[in-house]
């Protein structure tokens, strides 16, 4: 769970930063500071490495972004005896140094030592019944005035005890270039001047790379997204919207998929969650109704009123992934994700004096700049696009993932 975004929302009233409302833009400055600790912790029934992230808050006008944190000890203990230790590995990313799941009827905490020597721990959390995701599927809805795909997630019925449910989704979408060529032009024998009867006569070639036509572009869900089984008449998850995306998204314009993960948690995790999900809905940094900061079940070993952000989270976990084309709806094909004007420049120059205007020296210095591709030639007028548009490498990764079905 990427939790960053709200947290610093968290952080700006932490810090002893005024909440107003503004209409002029403005620089923002820490008027006081605290250093907190971070922690982004979910450990799950999967059989897996688990991850914890660890962070500290940091200064407004600090450029750098988020202040990862290094050289932390972490251990995970159960009441069965088990102990599971975490290495670092990048950017405040701790990874479990063996694989193993969460199971029933053990009782977990953390522990924490912060590259400083201080030592943290966390309330003891259980796993909660497993809920299996019975269905995730799409249909084609108007929300608030805008049409789109709406993705639903449907549950199996839900043991007595598992009342509450936290959804993230994982997203991938396919990209093919709108102007790939199978040609790229060799520029090193480019001549300084052309001749109108042989416009091409100097205009090499060689195989433009399949790797720039068509690439894939993963990303995770950044918002919070939780919901409760107490009041329905049923006991499971029905028709529970995930996530919205608009008819005119370009995401949906080649192919796209989305795993949906479904955690079944503990009713202090979903207070929790509830409370940043309110304090981050608006989209707006200063919230009239902060409280400026949010206590979890993180603590101080040594200072009981020293602040910690974040929570301990023992989730059962169970995921399903689905592809879909815009063609399933009715719906037009997205435009493409950048503007893509083709530009036409004559390759002949008329001769001498050769002018740093001409069409065939501004064709040398967009093709040489890297930021063009060719894209066709006809008679003596050579096609250009921007690169995103001829290289979809450019921006998103060649690399086919590999449970991706075409």
């Avoid at 995970?76 to 590995?89: A, K, Q, R, V």
């Avoid at 943290?120 to 299996?132: A, F, H, K, Q």
């Avoid at 997630?153 to 994982?170: K, L």
Wanted: proline share 3%.
């Amino acid at each position: 769970m990427h939790l960053k975004r709200i947290y610093i929302k968290i952080v700006f009233c932490l810090i002893g930063l005024a909440c107003l409302e503004c209409t002029e833009p403005f620089t923002a400055v820490t008027e006081t500071f605290e250093d907190v600790l971070v922690v982004e912790a979910t450990i799950t029934d999967e059989l897996k490495t688990q991850e914890i992230r660890l962070s500290r808050t940091y200064r407004l006008e600090e450029s750098g972004g988020l202040n990862f944190e290094s050289g932390a000890n972490i251990v995970l203990n159960g009441s069965d005896g088990s102990i599971h230790n975490f290495e670092h590995t990048e950017s405040g990313i701790y990874h479990s140094v063996n694989p193993f799941q969460a199971v029933q009827n053990v009782v977990y905490n953390l522990s924490i030592t912060d590259s400083s020597g201080k030592k943290y721990i966390t309330s003891e959390e259980s796993l909660p019944p497993s809920v299996d995701i019975d269905n995730v599927y799409t249909e084609l809805i108007t929300r608030e005035g805008t049409t789109g795909v709406q993705v639903f997630v449907d549950s199996e019925e839900t043991p007595e005890d598992a009342n509450y449910f936290r959804y993230e989704y994982e997203e991938a979408y396919k990209i093919v270039a709108l102007y790939y060529n199978s040609n790229d032009v060799v520029l090193e024998n480019w001549k300084e001047e052309g001749t109108s009867m042989f416009c091409f006569e100097d205009l090499e070639f060689v195989p433009r790379p399949e790797e720039q036509k068509t690439c894939y572009v993963e990303r995770n869900s950044k918002d919070i997204i939780v919901t409760s089984i107490n009041g329905l008449s049923e006991s499971k998850i029905s028709q529970f919207p995930v996530r919205f995306i608009s008819a005119q998204d370009y995401v949906l314009r080649d192919r796209y998929s989305i795993l949906v993960k479904q955690f079944v948690q503990s009713a202090n995790a979903n207070n929790f969650y509830k409370i940043l999900k309110e304090l981050g809905d608006d989209g707006s940094l200063f919230i009239e109704n902060q409280p400026g900061f949010v206590r979890g079940n993180i603590f101080s070993e040594e200072n009981e009123n020293e602040k910690v952000i974040g929570f301990f989270d023992v989730s059962s976990m169970s995921s399903k992934r689905i592809f879909f084309d815009y063609q399933e709806f009715d719906i037009n094909r997205p435009k493409y994700l950048y503007d893509c004007e083709v530009d036409a420049l004559n390759y002949a120059a008329t001769g001498p004096p050769i002018s740093v205007d001409d069409e065939r020296n501004i064709l040398f210095r967009r093709l040489s700049s890297g930021n063009y591709k060719f894209h066709g030639q006809d008679e003596c007028t050579v096609f250009v696009v921007p690169l995103q548009c001829g290289d979809c490498s450019s921006f998103a990764s060649s690399n086919k993932p590999s449970y991706w079905e075409d």
